[in-house]
C-alpha cells in the first residue's frame, strides 16, 4: 500500500532553474528549452559516416559540470567526503542519455570503457558496458532499437541501418533518438555517427529531473541493457529526465550524499536505500537524511521506499525478519517526520515491488528485467501522483 501524507503547504518555493550539465560548480541539473545548445564541434569524417562527440551536449543525468571525467555522476570536490567505494561508483555513468534528432538511416556509435570488466557473472556486458538506443515512433513514445554487446574496451557497433524514415514525411524530417550509456561502467569518450550527409542536432536537456538515490537496483543491477534499468524505464515512461545516484551496495543514506542532492533543482527526490542497510541503521540515519534534503529543497516532494523482499525469502525466516525490522525502522521514521510536521512525505510498500511469484530477480536480491518493469509499476503511481500535486501547487 502506497502511504501519502496529503499535509501540504500552501506556500510553494521555486527552486533554481540554472542548466543541466552547463551550471558552474553547486548550481543545479535542470535544463531550459529556451536556451540555445553549444556550439557543436567540427564532426569527424571518416568514410561515409560523421562522428560527433557526446561530451559537449547536454547529456540528461550528468548532473554537474565540474566533474573529474566527463562522464562522472558526482563533481570532482565529492571525492574528498565520500568513502572511496561511493566515489569509484559515481564513476559509472548509469542514467545518462544522449538526445539528439537526426534524419540518417544510420546511427553508429563508437566509446571508450573505463573498466575492462565488462560484464558480471549475473549480468551481461549489454547492461554493464553497453549502450542502448530508442527512437521515437509514428505515436510519439520511445521503442528500443538495438544495443551494442561489447566485447572489449573500444566498441563501435552500428545500432541501426536502413531504419524506416517517418510516414508521410519528406527527407528533411528527422527522428528522435535516446541514446543510454552503460550502467556499471565508465566511459571515456562516446561519439555518434551518422550519414554524412545527413544532419544530426542534440536536444536540449529538460528540467526538473527525478532524482533517484539508492542501491545496486537503482543503479542498474541487473537489467539486460541501460534503458531496462528502473531510472530509465520510469524516464520514459513520465517524459522526464532522471539522475540516478544507485550505489552498488553503497545506498546507506549518508549525509554528504544529502548535500550534493540539495545542489540539484530536482522535481521529486527517491530514496530507496533499505537492500543496503539495517533497521538499526534505518532508525539512525532516516531521519536526520531527510532533515537535511529539506534545508535545501523545503518542499520538494520525497519518497521513502521500503526493502523489496528478496524472491527466495519464503524459505528463509531470517531474510524475513530483515526485511521486517528495515521495514519497521523506516515506518517509524515517516511516522516521527509525519508528527513533526514535516510535509511532502510519501511513503512506498516493499513487499510487492518484485512481484509475488519469486520470479523477478535474477539472483534473488536484484532484478531482471521482469522485475525492473514490477519496480516501474510499483513507482509509477505514486511518482504521477507526486508530480500532479507539485504541479497543482505550483499553478495556484
Known amino acids: 500500500m502506497t502511504k501519502i501524507n496529503r499535509r501540504v503547504a500552501i506556500k510553494w518555493t521555486l527552486q533554481s532553474t540554472a542548466l543541466l550539465g552547463l551550471g558552474t560548480l553547486g548550481q543545479s541539473v535542470s535544463g531550459d528549452h529556451t536556451l540555445q545548445p553549444r556550439q557543436m564541434d567540427e564532426p569527424e569524417i571518416d568514410g561515409?559516416?560523421?562522428?560527433?562527440?557526446?561530451?559537449?551536449?547536454?547529456?540528461?543525468?550528468?548532473?554537474?559540470?565540474?566533474?573529474?571525467?566527463?562522464?562522472?555522476?558526482?563533481?570532482?570536490?565529492?571525492?574528498?567526503?565520500?568513502?572511496?567505494?561511493?566515489?569509484?561508483?559515481?564513476?559509472?555513468?548509469?542514467?545518462?542519455?544522449?538526445?539528439?534528432?537526426?534524419?540518417?538511416?544510420?546511427?553508429?556509435?563508437?566509446?571508450?570503457?573505463?573498466?575492462?570488466?565488462?560484464?558480471?557473472n549475473h549480468m551481461p556486458a549489454t547492461g554493464v558496458s553497453g549502450v542502448d538506443l530508442y527512437a521515437k515512433t509514428e505515436g510519439g513514445d520511445l521503442r528500443w532499437v538495438n544495443v551494442s554487446r561489447p566485447t572489449q574496451t573500444s566498441v563501435e557497433a552500428t545500432l541501426a541501418k536502413g531504419i524506416d524514415s517517418l510516414s508521410n514525411s519528406n527527407s528533411e524530417e528527422s527522428r528522435e533518438f535516446a541514446l543510454y550509456f552503460p550502467l556499471y561502467n565508465g566511459v571515456e569518450k562516446l561519439e555518434i555517427g551518422i550519414e554524412k550527409s545527413a544532419k544530426l542536432k542534440p536536444m536540449l536537456a529538460r528540467k526538473k529531473p527525478i532524482v533517484f538515490y539508492g542501491t545496486s537496483i537503482m543503479h542498474g543491477a541487473c537489467a539486460s541493457r541501460p534503458g531496462m534499468s528502473i531510472s530509465s524505464i520510469l524516464g520514459r515512461r513520465l517524459n522526464r529526465p532522471v539522475v540516478n545516484l544507485g550505489f552498488s551496495g553503497n545506498g546507506k543514506m549518508e549525509l554528504p550524499i544529502a548535500d550534493l542532492i540539495g545542489e540539484l533543482d530536482p522535481s521529486v527526490i527517491a530514496v530507496d536505500c533499505l537492500p543496503n542497510m539495517n533497521g538499526k541503521l534505518v532508525s539512525e540515519r532516516a531521519v536526520p537524511f531527510v532533515k537535511r534534503l529539506r534545508k535545501y529543497h523545503p518542499e520538494i516532494p520525497i519518497l521513502l521506499v521500503e526493502d523489496r523482499a528478496m524472491t527466495n525469502s519464503v524459505f528463509y525466516q531470517r531474510s524475513k525478519d530483515f526485511h521486517q525490522q528495515n521495514r519497521a525502522s523506516l515506518e517509524a521514521a515517516y511516522q516521527s517526520l509525519l508528527a513533526a510536521g514535516e510535509n511532502n512525505i510519501f511513503y512506498l510498500d516493499?513487499?510487492?515491488?518484485?512481484?509475488?511469484?519469486?520470479?523477478?530477480?535474477?539472483?534473488?536480491?536484484?532484478?531482471?528485467?521482469?522485475?525492473?518493469?514490477?519496480?516501474?509499476d510499483a513507482y509509477e503511481p505514486v511518482l504521477r501522483r507526486m508530480l500532479k500535486e507539485t504541479t497543482d501547487r505550483r499553478t495556484r
Open 48 to 120: 561515409s559516416t560523421a562522428w560527433f562527440d557526446v561530451a559537449n551536449w547536454e547529456v540528461e543525468g550528468r548532473a554537474y559540470r565540474e566533474t573529474a571525467k566527463p562522464y562522472d555522476r558526482l563533481p570532482a570536490k565529492a571525492e574528498a567526503g565520500l568513502r572511496k567505494a561511493v566515489w569509484d561508483l559515481s564513476r559509472h555513468s548509469a542514467g545518462m542519455v544522449a538526445r539528439f534528432t537526426t534524419d540518417s538511416t544510420v546511427v553508429k556509435v563508437r566509446y571508450e570503457l573505463s573498466s575492462p570488466r565488462l560484464a558480471m
Open 350 to 376: 516493499g513487499q510487492k515491488l518484485l512481484g509475488s511469484d519469486g520470479e523477478g530477480a535474477t539472483d534473488g536480491s536484484h532484478p531482471s528485467d521482469l522485475g525492473m518493469v514490477r519496480y516501474a
